[in-house]
């Protein structure tokens, strides 16, 4: 298995070189050049395993024995998910009107984050050590992938986490994870703009090859490829536990998964699981920042004026980075196109899919969008029908459920991105009441470390002289070698 740039510039990567890298060198984002597929014998065999036993068969096909030896890799995996709050990491529940929610929270900061990066985390962990190496990690983040991001690094030697979210943009719950984390190898920044601008400048520092290298530069956002892998797992696991026991011979039912959607890393992967061979029906849902649904309705897109604040803020997102990865996909791994396209697209923000390509989107995708009065309407509905509480990023997927009938012979499952404990101010705006676990109510009495980018600043300067003095302060060894 290698691995190549979206935008045509890199080729024959292995997966320690992506795992250690954010964008291309070409701007372009890493993808196996090669999709396994996967046989309904396989499915069969598979349908009888755990979570945990699933996710190191995924992660083989993608990984070579050669890089991280099989006993290695499940060892790794196993310590991983050894934090999380019930023993099979991931939880589906099945709800009134054959709606079906896969509950992917249960790790340290309360979000499917915490899946995958907790087994990128070891798979660094595993390299730095071998290799006597160290790794300074520079993540934007719209919400949860921050706090994540840093539990899953908090206090090690071999990497330093740079962490820039956008002020005043995301719950107190989610800033606090991030602020109270207080560890001399965690550097928080809170910026006064949106989770898009911060994009801005994180995208040139990783495209300075001097700093990446000099400073062993990566990202953990869905930017790194080890990210979507370990989601891949989420959809495989919801398929063999809910349509697999309908299957008649070679002749297997459709899944349909309502996916929210921000930077489009878990549409991306369920994309890609559906080309191994499981048959998906993928519907994005998104909340008022819905690029990724005028591009489905229109084939339009481009970003709005501005990013909207809303109630399900991790999804307040215009840059769904990972789209660039869905297009490579259908345009038949076309770089020279994608490169063109997405760099128009990040000139101008504006973009019109060619014809071809729009039309080959809708065949994989679907889409909907869910205003702040609908969020707050599938959380209510959802409690009244089930006395089960969700999240408003999961009540986004939720409320197309609530609208939209479910095709005789499937079956349909809504991903649960977050606990609701992490947004109680929306869960009592829907009227409805919580009780916060005792770690969500203690990082009030917390002490707080971070530094502010004002508007003013020059973030890309700020963040990269902030990076050049941890190596100073903390005498890195060499870097990993891409």
Known sequence: MHYCSTRAGVQGLSFRDVLFSGYA????????????????????????????????EICSLYIPEQEIPRHDLEGLISQALSSFSIPEAVRLVQLKDSLSILELFHGETLAFKDLAMSCTSQFLQYFLRKDGKRATILVG??????????????????????????????????????????????????????????DVPLRKLFADPDLVLHHGLMSLNSVNWSRILVQLAHFLFAYLQLSMPQAKGDALPVLEVLVPTGGAGNITAGYIMKLMGIPLRLVAMVNSNDIVHRALQSGDFSMSDSVKQTLAPAIDIQDPYNMERVFWLLSGRDGVMVKSLMEEFQRTHKLTLPASLHQQLCEVLSSGSVSDDGILEAMRRCWQDNHYLICPHTAVGVWQHYHTPIRPGENRCCIATASPAKFQEVVQKAGLTLELPEAVQALDTLETRYEVLERSDDWESKLRRHIESIKGKRGHAPPPQI
Do not use: K
């Open 141 to 198: 983040t719209s919400g949860d992938t921050g706090g994540s991001a840093i539990r899953s690094v908090l206090g090690l030697s071999e990497v330093d986490i740079v962490v820039v979210f956008p002020r005043r943009r995301i719950t107190r719950v989610q800033e606090r994870q991030m602020t109270t984390s207080i560890a001399d190898n965690v550097h928080v920044f809170a910026a006064d703009g949106t989770s898009d601008d911060i």
């Open 25 to 56: 060198a070409d701007g372009g984002m890493f993808m196996p050049e090669t999709i396994p597929s996967l046989s309904p014998e396989t499915l069969l065999t598979w349908s009888r395993l755990s979570y945990q036993q699933l996710l190191c």
